[in-house]
């Protein structure tokens, strides 16, 4: 199994500054990685998709980048609704055996 | 609008058996492969199980195998999860997902299943 290691769990920032979360894989997952936000009473929503790849409909303030082991996803100016729960999913495997993160929850600073 | 609705969720007790549905709408259900992932309170999703268009082939994480089955029904648009000798450690909020290249979107609202006697 394919273990995924987010830090921090929890990320204090200002509104209109920068985020940046990481990911980390136990193997190598080439860029089969993805983002997803959380909020509280909502089902997460992919955000990011190989590993750079935005989402239909997702601003062009989220970007992610990495590959191999080590992913990012940068938020380049925080908005009021960017303040959330993210987590990062590999899907390398076949048969699948999808992991997930265990989040970072985005805070007001 | 494309829209997942997941239903069936509620109190059991160990042990027990439940079954989860999930009405797709606003896409062609049978073009896609369908997942099911749960999250229980303070942890990250934990993908569970899925099954590709027509249910040839179904994959499920370890720690249900022999427990729980998906199917479907295209004619009903409809993604189900049978869960037979529930424990503990199952009670999570499942959600029915559309799979993407293995990636997840959009998930469903979810449905709450608690594990207690």
């Known amino acids: 199994e394919i273990v995924m290691t987010q830090s921090p769990a929890t990320l204090s920032v200002s509104p209109g500054e920068r985020a940046t979360l990481s990911c980390r894989a136990s193997q190598s997952v080439s860029t089969n990685l993805a983002w997803y936000q959380r909020k509280p009473g909502q089902a997460p929503r992919l955000l990011i998709y190989?590993?750079?790849n935005r989402a239909t409909g997702i601003p062009a303030r989220f970007s992610g980048s990495g590959s191999g082991t080590e992913f990012t996803l940068t938020i380049s100016s925080l908005q009021s609704e960017d303040f959330a729960v993210y987590y990062c999913q590999q899907y390398k495997n076949w048969p699948p055996l999808y992991t997930f993160g265990q989040g970072t929850k985005l805070e007001v600073k | 609008e494309v829209q997942l609705v997941a239903s069936g969720g509620t109190l059991v007790q160990p042990g027990g058996s439940l079954r989860l549905s999930c009405a797709a709408s606003?896409?062609?259900?049978?073009?896609?492969?369908m997942s099911w992932v749960r999250q229980a309170p303070g942890k990250g999703p934990e993908w569970v199980a899925n099954m590709n268009q027509d249910g040839s082939e179904r994959y499920y994480v370890d720690s249900v195998k022999g427990r729980f089955t998906i199917s479907r029904d295209n004619a009903k648009n409809s993604l189900y999860l049978q869960m037979n000798s529930l424990r503990v450690d199952d009670a999570a909020v499942y959600y029915c997902a559309r799979e993407t290249h293995a990636y997840f979107d959009p998930w469903g609202q979810g449905t709450k299943v608690t594990v207690s006697s």
């Open positions: 606003g896409f062609n259900f049978g073009d896609y492969w």
């Open positions: 190989g590993a750079s």
